[in-house]
Each structure stands twice: as C-alpha cells, then as structure tokens.
C-alpha cells in the first residue's frame, strides 16, 4: 500500500437519505394487502365464534353458581326473598285451590244464585265459575313468576364476538405505518453516518498517535532489547554486503516540517524486509535491526582494514 498525507484525515460523506413513501404508494399497498386482510378475518371468524361457545359451554354453570353465591352473599335477604317467591310461583302453578278457597266460592256462588243453586243451569253455571276460579289462582303464581323473572334475568345470549381486522386496515393506517417506518429507516442513516464518522475520527487519532509516539520514541533513544524478551538469538553474517547497499538520506517530514535524515522503508525492504513492517498503509522501520546491520559490518570492516 502507498502513503498516504497523515495530515489530512479521513473525508466521510453522508449518504443521502431515500426519498419519503408518496400517498399513492401507500393507497398501492393497501389495495393490494386488503384482500388479504380480508380473507383471514373470514377465516378466523369462525374459529373465533366456536372458541366462545366451547368457553361458555365450559365455564358457564361455574360464572353461574359464582354470581349467585355473590348475590346471596352481597343481599342474603334479597335473595332469600326471591328464592321463596319463586318457589311459590312454581308450585301455585301446578296447584288445586285450597279447600277454604273452594267453600268461600261455593258459598258465595250460592247466595248469588239463590233458588237456582240445585237446578242444572245454577250446577253448570258453578262447575264452569269453578274452573275459571281455579285458572285465575294458577293465573296469580304464574304471573308472580314471571314478576320474579323480569327482576332478575337469568340469562342474556349474545352473539360471540369475532375480531374485525379489515376495519382498522385503512388507507390512513397503511399512510401512518409507512410514515412510520420511513422516520425509523431514515434515522437509522443518520445514526449510520455518526457511527463512521466516529470510527474515522478514532482510526485517525490513533494514527495520530501511533505516528507521534514511535517518532517521539526514537528521538528519545528508547527501545526495549531486554534480553529477557527474546528467542533464538543469532549472529549477524555479511552484515558489511547488505549495508554497501543502503542509501543513507535526509528528508523533510511534510507532517511537522522538520528536516530528518535515515533510510526510505521502501528501500530499506529491498535490503531488509524483515526490517521493515507497516501498519495501516504506513510502512515503518525497525532502528534496532538496522543498529545490528551497521554494528556488525563495522566489525568486518575492521578486519579487513587489519
């Protein structure tokens, strides 16, 4: 990889955001998801209904036997009432008058007929006087349970209820979600370009960093060469071959304008690859090894000179 210009930093574009869903795309995709919508609001309907009727068929004498034993509990004497009221009613229905009811209108039958009460106009007029009697009392108990039943309903069917999806399913609905949608895609490019924009700002500050501290490093003398952390230590041979072929220069650093002198890495790692790394397109040298090299070919220059 080239150099590139430390200086500079790293340019980030925000990508423009795509353009908001129009009124006619929406009204499109409702017109086609509609009938969709439709056709499982049919489908589940009746699942729906059934589902009703097996819970009331389950669990209605358990709702039933729970709201009387609150009524007795919440009015015990309102319901005590009730209770004996309708036991009446239901046996009055089905009962003969009581004796004393019946001697009362035979008795009072017979004063109003007077002389006729043995003849057979006056027995056909109390046998038939008798029986409306008798429908009239089983009339009282029937209409003392009907009272009772127009006070307290005991049951109040329903149709079962069923979810109505296509209704909440309208133009303005799909409008309101694309909308909606849209607000969170949207942002989701503004958050995008930040994150970049922060990973760029970070990847060049570490540059930064990176740069300044290993240039400040060298400029000090500082490196490790602690013996203790290292391995497979070797002597240096024709160290004085591979120097001849360096080229020592001097240079400008463009970042801080300061004048320097070295080697070039490129040229270096003709030499010396292994003298030689890069990190993140910057190739950097090792000042140590080349140390080594020069120490090295001194030694053999010694010899030959002596």
Same mark, same amino acid.
């Given at each position: 990889?080239?150099?590139?210009?430390?200086?500079?930093?790293?340019?980030?574009?925000?990508?423009?955001?795509?353009?908001?869903?129009? &009124?006619?795309?929406?009204?499109? $995709?409702?017109?086609?998801?509609?009938? %969709?919508?439709?056709?499982?609001?049919?489908?589940?309907?009746?699942?729906?209904?059934?589902?009703?009727?097996?819970?009331?068929?389950? /669990?209605? +004498?358990?709702?039933?036997?729970? =709201?009387?034993? !609150?009524?007795?509990?919440?009015? +015990?004497?309102?319901?005590?009432?009730?209770?004996?009221?309708?036991?009446?009613?239901?046996?009055?229905?089905?009962?003969?008058?009581?004796?004393?009811?019946?001697?009362?209108?035979?008795?009072?039958? *017979? %004063?109003?007929?007077?002389?006729?009460?043995?003849?057979?106009?006056?027995?056909?007029?109390?046998?038939?006087?008798?029986?409306?009697?008798?429908?009239?009392?089983?009339? /009282? /108990?029937?209409?003392?349970?009907?009272?009772?039943?127009?006070?307290?309903?005991? $049951?109040?069917? &329903?149709?079962?209820? &069923?979810?109505?999806?296509?209704?909440?399913? &309208?133009?303005?609905?799909?409008?309101?979600?694309?909308?909606?949608? /849209?607000?969170?895609?949207?942002?989701?490019?503004?958050?995008?370009?930040?994150?970049?924009?922060?990973?760029?700002?970070?990847?060049?500050?570490?540059?930064?960093?990176?740069?300044? !501290?290993?240039?400040?490093?060298?400029?000090?003398?500082?490196?490790?060469?602690?013996?203790?952390?290292?391995?497979?230590?070797?002597?240096?041979?024709? *160290?004085?071959?591979?120097?001849?072929?360096?080229? !020592?220069?001097?240079?400008?650093?463009?970042?801080?304008?300061?004048?320097?002198?070295?080697?070039?890495?490129?040229?270096?790692?003709?030499?010396? +690859?292994? =003298?030689?790394?890069?990190?993140?397109?910057?190739?950097?040298?090792?000042?140590?090894?080349?140390?080594?090299?020069?120490?090295? %070919?001194?030694?053999?220059?010694?010899?030959?000179?002596?």
């Amino acid at each position: 990889m080239g150099c590139f210009d430390m200086g500079g930093g790293t340019t980030i574009n925000q990508p423009a955001t795509p353009a908001a869903p129009s &009124t006619a795309e929406s009204i499109q $995709a409702w017109t086609e998801s509609m009938p %969709a919508v439709f056709a499982e609001q049919q489908r589940q309907a009746p699942l729906q209904a059934q589902q009703q009727v097996d819970l009331a068929t389950q /669990y209605a +004498p358990q709702l039933g036997a729970a =709201a009387k034993a !609150g009524q007795e509990a919440l009015y +015990p004497e309102t319901s005590a009432l009730q209770e004996q009221l309708a036991g009446q009613a239901s046996e009055g229905m089905n009962a003969q008058m009581p004796d004393w009811m019946q001697e009362k209108y035979r008795s009072d039958m *017979a %004063a109003n007929l007077g002389s006729n009460v043995g003849s057979g106009i006056g027995a056909d007029y109390q046998s038939t006087g008798m029986l409306q009697a008798q429908q009239g009392y089983q009339n /009282y /108990y029937r209409n003392l349970g009907l009272s009772l039943a127009g006070r307290q309903q005991l $049951a109040s069917p &329903t149709m079962p209820q &069923t979810g109505q999806y296509s209704q909440g399913f &309208t133009p303005q609905t799909v409008m309101g979600n694309d909308q909606q949608g /849209y607000n969170s895609f949207a942002g989701l490019y503004g958050n995008m370009y930040g994150a970049n924009s922060g990973l760029a700002a970070s990847q060049n500050q570490m540059q930064g960093q990176m740069m300044g !501290g290993t240039m400040g490093a060298v400029g000090m003398g500082l490196m490790m060469s602690d013996v203790c952390l290292k391995e497979n230590v070797k002597n240096i041979d024709s *160290a004085l071959e591979k120097v001849e072929k360096l080229q !020592g220069v001097t240079f400008d650093w463009k970042q801080q304008k300061q004048t320097d002198g070295g080697v070039i890495a490129q040229e270096l790692e003709k030499v010396l +690859p292994e =003298a030689v790394t890069e990190v993140n397109g910057i190739k950097m040298i090792k000042p140590m090894m080349i140390i080594g090299y020069l120490i090295e %070919a001194v030694k053999e220059l010694s010899k030959k000179v002596n």
